[in-house]
T-cell receptor, first 114, second 116 residues
């Protein structure tokens, strides 16, 4: 099955700085890569996703890049704010099949200091 | 629109006891998932239902875990007998159609199980 590795496990930044989280995947058939944010005591929530036919996608302060050849993708958060503090999970799956199981990374605890 | 509802939020039991978790997905969502999230790890899929049929239970420890989704709406996940390593948050999620549409999963807040 798919194996998703995520780094770093913890990340501390000053408010206003940028944060980058990196993930690699093993299955070249994976074609859908979402990022979920999990706040304390809550379930994960989708914040951005990218499909394999796109190299980069941006939504306000959040961007995701994908390198299919190297099988890695990254989350970039600019102008970080304290409310960005949470655990972030990358995931990979094969869209277009009826299963579409998501394989999650182990998560990155992001802390933004005011 | 109401989100995914789960209960109970917290449960403490002793090993070898049984426990059941309940999930009510978002109305109209055909697909329902149960994930296990051990502390410090990402969610791991236990079972996936499409309407009331199981489409993926390959990661479900069937000797102790069972799940059902009667009438294609609510679902119950049961653990019997529980082991210490079952301590985790059990997340329920739903989606319209994961394979063909946007595939966004909507998660509930989870049920935290502690096995002593």
């Amino acid at each position: 099955g798919e194996n998703v590795e995520q780094h770093p496990s913890t990340l501390s930044v000053q408010e206003g700085d940028s944060a980058v989280i990196k993930c690699t995947y093993s299955d070249s058939a994976s074609n859908y890569f979402p990022w979920y944010k999990q706040e304390l005591g809550k379930g994960p929530q989708l914040i951005i996703d990218i499909r394999s036919n796109v190299g980069e996608k941006k939504d306000q302060r959040i961007a995701v890049t994908l390198n299919k050849t190297a099988k890695h993708f990254s989350l970039h958060i600019t102008e970080t704010q304290p409310e960005d503090s949470a655990v972030y999970f990358c995931a990979a799956s094969i869209r277009g099949s009826t299963l579409g199981r998501l394989y999650f990374g182990r998560g990155t605890q992001l802390t933004v200091w005011p | 629109e109401a989100g995914v509802a789960q209960s109970p939020r917290y449960k403490i039991i002793e090993k070898r006891q049984s426990v059941a978790f309940w999930c009510n997905p978002i109305s109209g969502h055909a697909t329902l998932y149960w994930y296990q999230q051990i502390l410090g790890q990402g969610p791991k899929l236990l079972i996936q239902f499409q309407n009331n049929g199981v489409v993926d239970d390959s990661q479900l420890p069937k000797d102790r875990f069972s799940a059902e989704r009667l009438k294609g709406v609510d679902s119950t996940l049961k653990i019997q007998p529980a082991k210490l390593e079952d301590s985790a948050v059990y997340l329920c999620a739903s989606s319209l159609n994961p394979g063909l549409n946007t595939g966004e999963l909507f998660f509930g807040e989870g049920s935290r199980l502690t096995v002593l």
